[in-house]
């Protein structure tokens, strides 16, 4: 039984970190080099929230920013915290950020996390 139960741990935890680097942002510089759109595909949630952060191109990027995550969902705390920090990064470079594309069960969970953590 606890070589069973070590098992289902180890193998959840594989499928964790494989899934955590499923993540991509798609950078697309508009025709003018005035604004960026970063389009998130994946699963966001802890595993996966150093990554996301990584993705940006902070000092570069013009002062509009759009972060698409139509094809992302937020999982937990986590990511609203990962979010923040990339919003926060982008202020340091007086950058606006707009996120777009959330469901309604992640546009929920982002309003009620972002600033508090």
């Known amino acids: ?17 494989r899934v955590a680097h499923g993540i991509h942002a798609e950078r697309q510089l508009s025709a003018g080099g005035d604004a960026v759109r970063y389009v998130v595909r994946g699963p966001l949630f802890f595993g996966s929230s150093n990554d996301l952060f990584e993705h940006f191109d902070y000092a570069h990027d013009p002062q509009d920013v759009t972060i698409d995550l139509t094809h992302a969902q937020i999982w937990d705390a986590s990511s609203v915290a990962a979010l923040d920090a990339i919003e926060n990064r982008y202020q340091r470079y007086n950058a606006r950020v707009k996120i777009t594309g959330l469901d309604a069960r992640s546009s929920d969970f982002h309003q009620r996390l972002s600033g508090t953590l």
């Open 1 to 17: 039984a606890i070589g069973g139960v070590g098992g289902v741990l180890f193998a959840s935890l594989l499928c964790a970190r």
